[in-house]
């Protein structure tokens, strides 16, 4: 089954822990893309990646990093995560001809 | 000016009528046009694409493309309780092969049994 997989679904931590939500997609798409959601503000890209080692910023990329070391894994990664980082997550991962595919969604509660 | 723009609702339609749902667009270079629905709490799920002018049909939904007036519309026919959910209206253009889409804020549509 094709799919794009998060982990966590839900996570609740305290500001400054660092933590690693990994995304991986089984369909072998070129690119993959981090987004938060958040109510009145739609959906906002944080990272994408064209393919391996490629990774470039969105349009709110402050507090977060990202990797593709692998064509699968998109992990996104908060070193010091602050309270106005809560909010539900969605990694995506598409082709150049094929509309985006969607997670599951992970939602982060930093206190 | 937002890039994408959508009436954020929510938009009340009776069961068994048509909802109409709209939005524009800025870049008049934007070439894939693609609908969502999101349930509350769920992942997005694409429910239709359109990259020409004109209509697509695909069971109870239609896209309207105009590219000229830079508008685009989902009409659901038939609406049904379980169409109720917020639609978000997504676009992307062509140039570089970078898959840079813009996403609306949605419209809540809510159908009355």
């Known amino acids: 089954e094709a799919q794009v997989t998060q982990n966590p679904r839900y996570l609740i931590t305290v500001t400054g822990k660092k933590l690693t939500v990994t995304c991986s997609q089984n369909m072998n798409h070129e690119y993959m893309s981090w987004y938060r959601q958040d109510p009145g503000l739609g959906l906002r890209q944080i990272y994408y990646s064209m393919n391996v080692e490629v990774t470039d910023k969105g349009d709110v990329p402050e507090g977060y990093k990202v990797s593709r070391k692998e064509k699968r894994n998109f992990p996104l990664i908060l070193e010091s995560p602050s309270p106005n980082q809560t909010s539900l997550y969605f990694c995506a991962s598409g082709t150049a001809n094929q509309p985006q595919h969607f997670g599951d969604g992970t939602r982060l509660s930093i206190l | 000016q937002k890039e994408v723009e959508q009436n954020s609702g929510p938009l009340s339609v009776p069961e068994g009528a048509i909802a109409s749902l709209n939005c524009t667009y800025s870049d008049r270079g934007s070439q894939s046009f693609f609908w969502y629905r999101q349930y509350s709490g769920k992942s997005p799920e694409l429910i239709m694409s359109?990259?020409?002018?004109g209509d697509k049909e695909d069971g109870r939904f239609t896209a309207q493309l105009n590219k000229a007036s830079q508008y685009v519309s989902l009409l659901i026919r038939d609406s049904q309780p379980s169409d109720s959910a917020t639609y978000l209206c997504a676009v992307r253009p062509t140039s570089g092969g970078y898959q840079k889409v813009t996403f609306g804020t949605g419209t809540k549509l809510q159908v009355i049994p």
């Open positions: 359109i990259y020409s002018n």
